[in-house]
């Protein structure tokens, strides 16, 4: 009697994967197309970046155009100089009185370092009118205003105290390009309410000019500066 003969198949072998061989001929398909796209999506990036790199410089400029604004200027009783910004400030006063849109000129008095205490240099208040007075601004038509001003904001409010003793009922304050916003932002909010017109000048620095600022180190780092700046007061004031 013949005995049947069983195969038994385990779960392993059934579940066991075929495997495909693949010629050395497919294998260099598969990279010559791998290839390929690899290149074409480094052109694609390269063209959008060309793009991009020649159109920098409309976009920059369009980008400080909408933050930077300047008010049409009119007669107005003073100029007032901001301390900071020796480069800019004083020169753009001095241009406004000799033009007759302002009869004086007023200078904050800013906090001194201990360098300017012991006589070792002359601090900010005291270079802005010197410069002042270089620039053919009489002597009488100078005035201080504030103590120890230690940023924008008690500039604002000496000068809204300043202006409660005095007759003035229009200013204009020139500043550097990048701070405008910032400047008249902080001026109005402190004056709301006034009778004193606030307008804000803008002057190019001689270090960058308004037109091309992303070509200079400086540059860049005041509009980054102002841009963070001008969030900082916003939140805080």
């Given amino acids: 009697m013949l ?3 069983t195969t038994t198949i385990t779960p392993n ?13 497919s294998r260099r398909a598969v990279w010559h197309r791998r290839a390929r796209r690899s290149l074409a999506a480094a052109l694609i990036i390269s063209g959008l970046a060309g793009l991009a790199w020649a159109a920098r410089a409309p976009l920059l400029r369009g980008a400080s155009d ?33 033009k007759g849109l302002v009869k004086k000129v007023l200078v904050s008095q800013v906090t001194d370092g201990r360098a300017v205490a012991i006589g070792a240099q002359p601090g900010h208040t005291e270079v802005n009118r010197q410069v002042l007075l270089k620039l053919g601004v009489p002597a009488d038509a100078i005035e201080t205003f504030g103590s120890s001003n230690k940023n924008t904001k008690e500039e604002a409010l000496a000068l809204l105290e300043w202006t409660q003793r005095h007759t003035a009922r229009a200013m204009i304050i020139p500043v550097g390009s990048f701070e405008a916003r910032r400047v008249r932002w902080t001026f109005r909010h402190e004056f709301a309410g006034q009778p004193v017109r606030i307008e804000i000048s803008t002057f190019d620095s001689p270090q960058y000019a308004r037109a091309n600022w992303w070509k200079d180190d400086l540059g860049i780092v005041l509009f980054q500066n102002e841009i963070l700046k001008f969030i900082y007061y916003r939140l805080k004031y």
């Avoid at 072998?13 to 001929?25: F, K, L």
């Avoid at 003073?78 to 241009?95: C, I, S, T």
């Fill in 66 to 98: 909408l933050w930077i604004g300047s008010d049409p200027l009119k007669p107005a009783d003073v100029a007032v100089v901001l301390g900071g910004g020796l480069d800019v400030r004083p020169f753009a006063a001095a241009e406004l009185y000799h």
């Fill in 13 to 25: 072998e059934m579940r066991a994967p075929s495997r495909t061989i693949t010629s050395p001929a």
């Fill in 3 to 5: 005995t049947p003969v």
